[in-house]
Nanobody, 112 residues
Framework: QVQLQESGPGLVKPSQTLSLTCTVSGGSITTNYYHWIRQPPGKGLEWIGYIAYSGGTAYSPSLKSRTSISRDTSKNQFTLQLSSVTPEDTAVYYC??????WGQGTQVTVSS
């Protein structure tokens, strides 16, 4: 069974870059699509983007200008970078496989 685990800082200052890593076990990141999804407090789920098994990426149009997803196949990890963050980027961030395996989520708060 594929397991995903998010890691990264829980607090980021406004205007800085949020960086999260998802470590995948039980499966290879070169054989599936992997997504980043977030849920702001009191709101629904928001898709951020994905990295494909080929390494190709796609992003939400509303976040595309600030988002980058990359991977390290040697570590079976993929990383989200979201630049120029504001308090509106405060959310629980999840990594998810296209088979609907979910990480437990990690809270990120944007605050000075």
């Amino acid at each position: 069974q594929v397991q995903l685990q998010e890691s990264g800082p829980g607090l980021v200052k406004p205007s800085q870059t949020l960086s999260l890593t998802c470590t995948v076990s039980g499966g290879s990141i070169t054989t599936n699509y992997y997504h980043w999804i977030r849920q702001p407090p009191g709101k629904g789920l928001e898709w951020i983007g994905y990295i494909a098994y080929s390494g190709g990426t796609a992003y939400s149009p509303s976040l595309k200008s600030r988002t980058s997803i990359s991977r390290d196949t040697s570590k079976n990890q993929f990383t989200l970078q979201l630049s120029s963050v504001t308090p509106e980027d405060t959310a629980v961030y999840y990594c998810v496989s296209d088979r609907l395996d979910w990480g437990q989520g990690t809270q990120v708060t944007v605050s000075s």
